[in-house]
């Protein structure tokens, strides 16, 4: 009875400190300039995950509001919520208080107003008006919440807290492109607008936060297909082999299997299923399997295995439906070689002119250390000498903290990556390429660009 008295004192005492703790709901803050810009769903975003951070109170999803507004068919008026039209939305989502609040921006300068409004009630609870550059939001929110929960008579260690952190500059862009990433219909949109933001705003940590969470679930996206295609393809591939089977239906799963795999970019299972199914004597899959062999090793850089894929169907099938593709393809990676082959000579001459004198200061120490990695890049030397001269420079100069030693070694960390991609060494490539994407976003247009060719398997 004692452990029962205990338990029921402790679970009553608990339900009190939850219920001291008020429940905050934030709405959109209205741009009063006219603009119509996001940024008042960045502002209400940051400032959601602010009070969670600091405790204090509870606070309500953004996803819940938005779902009741939707529901209320007030969407149209979401940025303009009467107060009564923000009651009854805090009521339906079982809120203490409502937050609402407006911004306005005049040139270089932003004025942030808000105010709790309780909800039982509908009384005015606290308010408050901050003024200040407009690269200085973040601060200026702060200072907006510490006067308005304060004036609301919220706890003061909670206050405490908002008041002790130091805040970066961010430039507004980043605002304007965080606010359009939260209000973007799907996660791809999402993402490009959050990359955007980052590179607009690196200091601004809820973009960077919630691009890397982003990325993660998108990830774990893309390996739950990759297990339901691989199943699919072991589905395909003893259909096709199945010697029981009508040979129209071997067929079309051995079509759809070499369509698949090459769409998804799965050149290593492709090449492999294209080898074994070019000695098939199943009508139909020879030609489409020969074409299918030369695709793969042509996306996995195997140059030679390419060369000797291409030959071996232009000799096989004169009449085949890729002849003229194959044969185009295969004199690009002839001239190609050979015009890297030619550059070696040009390199030399670039590099014995970056070098036609000794360094005599640390700046110039820097630049020669340099200048075999970014004269094998201008000369289009995507192979050892690349890759070894610019790894020699990451080396040396990965932990120097001038801003050219860091400029040059996220390009020459790049460059390793191109010339690694170019020998096929995907699975080295990859793990840097995303280190690179993770640690700067100077070259995440070149390298999305790049990655969007490599193969998936």
């Known amino acids: ?49 602010d009070l969670k951070e600091v405790g204090g109170v509870r606070v309500v999803e953004r996803g819940a509001i938005d779902k009741v507004i939707g529901e209320q068919n007030l969407e149209d008026k ?23 609040g407006a911004y306005q921006r005049a040139g270089g300068d932003v004025r942030l107003t808000a105010r709790i409004v309780e909800v039982a009630s509908g009384e005015l609870k606290g308010s408050a008006k901050v003024d200040g550059g407009s690269d200085e939001l973040l601060r200026l929110q702060d200072g907006l919440a510490i006067s308005l929960f304060q004036s609301a008579g919220l706890a003061p260690k909670t206050v405490q807290r908002l008041a002790r952190r130091a805040r970066p500059r961010v430039p507004y862009r980043a605002f304007q492109l965080y606010g359009d990433a939260v209000q973007a219909p799907d996660d791809d949109k999402r993402r490009a607008l959050l990359q955007e933001a980052v ?13 890397e969470a982003l990325q993660k679930r998108m990830g774990g996206y893309s390996a739950a297909a990759s297990a339901k295609l691989e199943e699919r393809e072991k589905q395909l591939v003893a259909r096709a082999d199945d010697a029981a ?5 071997r067929t ?16 290593h299972a492709l090449a492999e299923v294209s080898a074994r199914w070019q000695k098939s004597r199943l009508d139909g899959v020879v030609e489409p399997a020969a074409w299918s062999q030369f695709r793969a090793e042509d996306g996995l850089h195997r140059w030679d295995a390419a060369l000797a894929a291409g030959e071996q169907y232009l000799k096989a099938l004169p009449t085949g439906e890729h002849f003229r593709e194959i044969e185009t393809r295969m004199h690009a990676i002839v001239e190609e070689r050979r015009k890297r082959a030619s550059r070696r000579a040009e390199y030399a001459q670039d590099l014995a002119e970056k070098r036609a004198n000794r360094p005599g200061s640390a700046d110039q120490k820097l630049e020669w250390d ?15 000498v690349m890759l070894d001269s610019c790894s020699t420079f990451i080396t040396a100069y990965q932990n120097d903290a001038r801003p050219d030693a860091r400029d040059h070694v996220l390009a020459a960390r790049f460059f390793v990556i191109l010339a690694l991609a170019e020998r096929g060494d995907f699975a ?20 999305r660009k790049l990655m969007s060719a490599w193969p998936t398997d």
């Not at 340099?370 to 890049?377: D, E, G, L, N, T």
């Not at 994407?437 to 100077?442: F, G, N, P, Y």
């Open 428 to 447: 080295r490539a990859r793990p840097r390429a995303d280190a690179l994407l993770a640690d700067s976003d100077e070259w995440d247009e070149e390298l």
């Open 1 to 49: 009875m004692l452990r029962a008295s205990i338990v029921a004192v402790v679970v009553t005492l608990a339900a009190r400190a939850l219920a001291a703790e008020p429940v905050v709901a934030v709405m959109p803050f209205r741009d009063l300039s006219g603009a119509r810009a996001n940024v008042g769903e960045a502002i209400r975003e940051t400032l959601t995950v």
């Open 245 to 249: 089977r009508p040979a129209a239906e």
């Open 252 to 267: 079309h799963a051995a079509h759809e299997l070499l369509s698949s795999l090459a769409a998804a970019r799965r050149y």
């Open 199 to 211: 590179a607009a705003g690196p200091q601004l940590h809820y973009a960077v936060r919630d691009l």
């Open 370 to 384: 340099y200048a075999p990695c970014i004269c094998a890049r201008w000369n289009s030397q995507l192979d050892e």
């Open 78 to 100: 979401k940025r303009d919520l009467s107060p009564i039209g923000a009651v009854r939305v805090g009521t339906l989502v079982g809120a203490t208080w409502i937050v609402m």
